[in-house]
Structures are given as structure tokens and as C-alpha cells.
């Protein structure tokens, strides 16, 4: 295990919550002025109606730890990055930082489609609190990084999203952080520019930089990181080895989704039809196939089993 | 600091930039607003109404007022205009507005030459008293930057207020003296010129300019403490609202 258990911690989340109020369709004003008492106990209502995206979360991440958070759609792992990342203020708990943050949450975010490349880099830069003269600095590995030498002082509408994506993690990457947070970002690159982000989180990780990233490639965060976490509803569930993690999820995810515990009693590719169904509307069940194939020889192995015993017991029927 | 300062010249040059861009006439378009205005007043007022009020006057009203409106405008939207970086990256709030009035107040000070050309081409030359203008020009910026930074960061959870906002600038330009002078309120309404710190701004730009003289230190004064308390009022309200801006917008 690489986890650098004697690092202090760089990173703490204790009993963090987040509520938000749910959007309930507003008043229109000639119901409140016709209506008073009507439409003060929608608004009673409305102050009610309240969701907790991330409930009692607590853990530490210590320096040169690669942390990793997985979990459903609406799990409420990219809230808590967000937390982590201090745009959004715990309703209850505290999250504490120790180093410098660079934070990549979605592609292109501040990216100003008229302006070059260039001037983006810089502005980026600026918006994430370093001078300009730091910015010229770092520009020519950046753009090396990005591959985009002869682009970049092109306006950026013209860039393709590969284009985006590579410059916009160039950025961030080459900030000098020391701890990173990524949200779920390298999925849009290629897969040779994925690789190559790889590389690269693993170089900064050997300097000592922490990272935290939420994503649904289940394979990537076996391969890399050092501990993951669940996260179901709000609440963080298990922590521990990233493949044990993983298993967990992919456990859950059959226990709650019938179509995905059918395909898998089915041995996942039985009914071409449905699978392909299933990966086309679906993007976690796509991301938990792509890994149960790719990235995990535990969960391929339990499925084998499956079938096997599935197979026997056709097999039995038919006899 | 060194951080937040390059950050707002960046934004600014950035925004000026793009706004002109492709344009033939780039920044002089700036002009055409109080000049096309200035020059339908002096007719309406001047020539059809006969109250003989000149292109000079209008014009040293006009060319503040339309700062005054630009930077409010441009800071109110500053907010909701940049959601997306609002949500993503985390950095000083401050600057969206700041950059705003800072672009509005360029536009002005580039086209303070063609003003000052018509005041002296209608024969003032300019005197001491014009150091004072350093004074008005101050006092308009903070202001400008209080009722920003309320505007703006109200705006957020309370979308009406940016069309609130265009409809009373609307009215504070009529009750505002920008194409009357001060002297003309009758003195029953005098009062309105005092508890609007605007009022005494405009007195300033055209006394000082057209006159030679600075206002009343009275009414300066009195700006100057309302612009203060604008001020203080903007950055509490903003400072109160900035942490829930990510999750509101």
C-alpha cells in the first residue's frame, strides 16, 4: 500500500453537512397580492422543502495521498468537492486546507471563447491568485503540455473540446499546487491525453502534492489512487483500499438498479440489445461496465462466478 | 493585492477590448450617447422651449451622468453576468464589479477631452478651480462603486432589482440637476438636491467647468458623507451576501 500514512494531514473534513432549499415553483405576483394567506403557507412551504446534499461527512487526507471519492449520480461527491474547494460553505461542520489549492471543476471554467489561448492561461491564472509575471513564467510549459504551440494565440471559439480540456488541466496541473482537487474532468479527453494527465498527477503526487478527485472511471481509481471513499446519499459510507471501495460500488449499484443486477445475472452481454440500451442512457452503468472490464479482476471473477452458477442452474432448468 | 490589481486591469482590458471589437469607430462610440442626446436637448430645450440653455451646459451634465449609469449598470449585472466563474473558481468576488466601474470610468476619462474641447471652445478657459474637478471625479467614483457593489450583490438572490435599478436611474436622471440647474428648483423641492448625494457631483462638474469656481463646500460635503455611507453600505451588503453568491446564482 502507498498510502503515506505518516504525512500529516493536509485536508480535513469533520462532520461536514450542506443543505440546500428545494426549487419549488415561485408564486406569481397576482397570487400573492390577490391571495396573502395562500401564498404565505406556499411560502411556509417553500422554506421546508429542503434537501441535505452532503450529510456528516468526516475524513483526512494527508500530504502526497491520492484520494479518490466514487459514487451514484447525485451521491453528492461533487458537492463535497465543492465544499473542499471553499465555493460553497458548509451548512454545518468544517473543512479544513492546509497548502495551496488548485482546483479543476469543470473544463473551460473562465475560459473566454473570444480571446486567445494566451490571454486565457494568463487570466486563469490571475483568477486563481498568481501575478501575471508568475503566469508568463509557466506559460511555455503549459501550452508544451497542452499541445497547442500553434494555437494558442488563437481565439479560443476555434478550439476543438479536446482543445479545451487539455489546456484547461494543463492549467491547473502546472500551477504548483499542493493539493489538487479534480472533479470528474479527464473523461472528456483522449485516451492518450488521459494517459498523459495520469503521468502527471502521479509526478505531482511524488513531489508530495495531495490529490482529490471525484470520478466515475472506477478503473482509473483503482489503478491510481492510494484510498477511495463511497458516497451514497449524502453520506460518505466506506473508506478504504480504492479496489475494495470500488467493489462496494459496483455491489451497490447492482442491489439498486434492477436493469444492472439483471444484465449482470445475465452475464452482462446476454441481451445485447438492453445492455447497449442500458450504456447509451445511463452513464454510471456505462462507467461501472467499462470498469468491470477493464479495471477489475475482482468484480470480473465474482461475475464469472455468477454466470457459472447462472449457467447451472439454466442449465439444471433445462435438464 | 498585486494579485487583485492585475486581475481587475486584466478583466477591464479584456471586456473594452471585446466590446469594440470589429467595430470601425471602436471606443467613439462611447461619445455618441451624451453627444447625440446633448444635441437633441439644446434643440428641444434651447431653440423650441427657449429657455436658452446651451450644448456646453447639457454636455457637462451628460458626459458624468452617463458614467454614473455605465458603471452602475455595468457592475449590477457583474455578478449574475458571471455565474460560471462564480460556481468554478474561487476568487477576491470583489474584482467583477471593481473591473465594471473601472471599464466605465475609462470610457468616461477618454472622452473627458472632447468635453473639455467644447467648455473651452465655448470660451472657458480652464482656472485653479479645475484641481477641484480631482475632488468631484473621487467623489463620483466611490459613489459609483457603493451603489455597484449593493446593486450588484443583491441582484444575485433578488433578480427584479436590476430592472428596479434601470427604472429608478431613469428617474434620477430627471431628478438629478443634469439638464437644470440647481438655481431652477424651486425651493419648496430644494431639499431633494441635498438628500441626493448625485446632486451635488453634477453642480460640481459644471461650476467648476463652466464657472471657475467650486460649489458650496456645504454641498460637498454633504456628498461626501452620503457617498461614504454608500459606500460603507455596499461593501457590508456584498461582504454579508459574497459566500452564498456560488450556490444562489
Redesign the interface.
Known amino acids: 500500500m502507498l498510502t503515506p500514512s505518516d504525512g500529516e494531514v493536509v485536508l480535513a473534513a469533520r462532520g461536514v453537512s450542506r443543505r ?1 432549499p428545494l426549487a419549488v415553483p415561485g408564486q406569481a405576483l397576482k397570487t400573492t397580492v390577490l391571495h396573502p394567506g395562500q401564498a404565505f403557507a406556499a411560502w411556509r412551504r417553500r422554506q421546508r422543502r429542503e434537501l441535505w446534499a452532503v450529510r456528516d461527512v468526516t475524513f483526512e487526507v494527508r500530504r502526497g495521498e491520492f484520494f479518490s471519492i466514487v459514487g451514484a449520480n447525485g451521491s453528492g461527491k461533487s458537492t463535497l468537492l ?1 465544499l473542499l ?5 458548509p451548512t454545518r461542520g468544517t473543512v479544513e486546507l492546509h497548502g495551496r489549492v488548485s ?1 479543476l ?2 473544463l473551460g ?2 475560459f ?1 471563447p ?2 486567445s489561448g494566451r ?1 486565457n492561461v ?3 491564472g ?7 509575471r508568475e503566469m508568463e513564467a509557466l506559460l511555455p510549459a503549459i501550452v508544451e503540455f497542452a499541445g497547442l504551440r500553434e494555437f494558442i494565440d488563437q481565439p479560443m471559439r476555434t478550439y476543438s473540446s479536446g482543445m479545451y480540456v487539455r489546456l484547461g488541466f494543463a492549467i491547473a496541473a502546472f500551477m504548483e499546487p499542493e493539493i489538487l482537487l479534480v472533479d470528474e474532468v479527464l473523461a472528456v479527453g483522449d485516451a492518450k491525453f488521459q494517459e498523459k494527465c495520469y503521468d502527471h498527477i502521479a509526478k505531482l503526487q511524488a513531489k508530495g502534492v495531495t490529490i482529490v478527485m471525484v470520478s466515475h472511471d472506477l478503473g482509473a481509481v483503482e489503478r491510481f489512487s492510494d484510498r477511495a471513499a463511497l458516497m451514497e446519499r449524502g453520506r460518505m459510507v466506506a473508506i478504504g483500499p480504492p479496489r475494495k471501495v470500488v467493489g462496494l460500488h459496483l455491489e451497490r449499484l447492482a442491489e439498486t438498479s434492477p436493469e444492472i443486477r439483471q444484465a449482470i445475472e445475465e452475464g452482462m452481454a446476454a441481451d445485447e440489445e438492453r445492455l447497449r440500451r442500458l450504456l447509451d442512457e445511463d452513464p454510471e452503468w456505462a462507467a461501472a461496465f467499462a470498469a468491470a472490464l477493464e479495471g477489475n479482476p475482482a468484480f470480473h471473477e465474482k461475475l464469472r462466478q455468477q454466470q457459472a452458477g447462472q449457467g447451472a442452474k439454466t442449465d439444471a432448468r433445462q435438464d | 493585492m ?2 487583485a490589481v ?2 481587475v486591469a ?2 477591464t482590458s ?1 471586456d473594452l ?2 466590446r469594440y ?1 470589429g467595430s470601425v469607430l471602436g471606443w467613439a462610440w462611447s461619445l455618441a450617447r451624451p453627444l447625440a442626446l446633448g444635441a437633441v436637448l439644446a434643440f428641444a430645450l434651447g431653440r423650441v422651449l427657449g429657455t436658452g440653455v446651451t450644448v456646453e451646459f447639457l454636455l457637462a451634465g451628460l458626459f458624468p451622468w452617463f458614467w454614473f449609469q455605465g458603471a452602475v449598470q455595468g457592475a449590477a449585472g457583474s455578478f449574475i453576468g458571471n455565474g ?2 462564480l ?5 477576491p468576488r470583489a474584482v467583477l464589479p471593481a473591473s465594471a466601474v473601472l471599464g466605465a470610468t475609462l470610457q468616461f476619462g477618454l472622452s473627458l477631452p472632447v468635453l473639455i474641447g467644447f467648455v473651452v471652445w465655448a470660451g472657458n478657459m480652464p482656472t485653479a478651480a479645475w484641481l477641484g474637478l480631482a475632488l468631484v471625479f473621487g467623489l463620483q467614483l466611490g459613489l459609483v462603486m457603493g451603489v455597484g457593489l449593493f446593486v450588484a450583490s443583491v441582484t444575485v438572490y433578488f433578480r427584479d432589482l436590476e430592472h428596479i435599478t434601470d427604472v429608478l436611474l431613469t428617474l434620477l436622471f430627471y431628478a438629478t440637476p443634469i439638464i437644470y440647474s440647481v438655481d431652477l428648483v424651486p425651493g419648496e423641492y430644494r431639499w431633494l438636491t441635498y438628500v441626493n448625494p448625485l446632486a451635488p457631483i453634477m453642480e460640481g462638474w459644471r461650476s467648476i467647468l463652466l464657472d471657475g469656481a467650486l460649489p458650496p463646500a456645504g454641498h460637498l460635503g454633504a456628498s461626501a458623507v452620503l457617498t461614504a455611507a454608500a459606500l460603507a453600505a455596499g461593501w457590508a451588503v456584498f461582504r454579508r451576501l459574497e ?2 453568491f ?2 444562489a446564482i
Not at chain 2, 87 to 91: D, N, S
Open positions: 440546500y465543492r474547494a471553499g465555493l460553497s460553505k482546483t471543476l469543470e471554467s473562465g473566454h473570444q480571446v490571454e494568463i487570466m486563469n490571475l483568477l486563481m491568485g498568481r501575478t501575471k | 498585486r494579485n492585475e486581475l486584466a478583466l479584456r477590448r471585446l471589437q460560471g466563474l460556481k468554478k473558481v474561487r476568487f459566500d452564498g456560488a450556490d
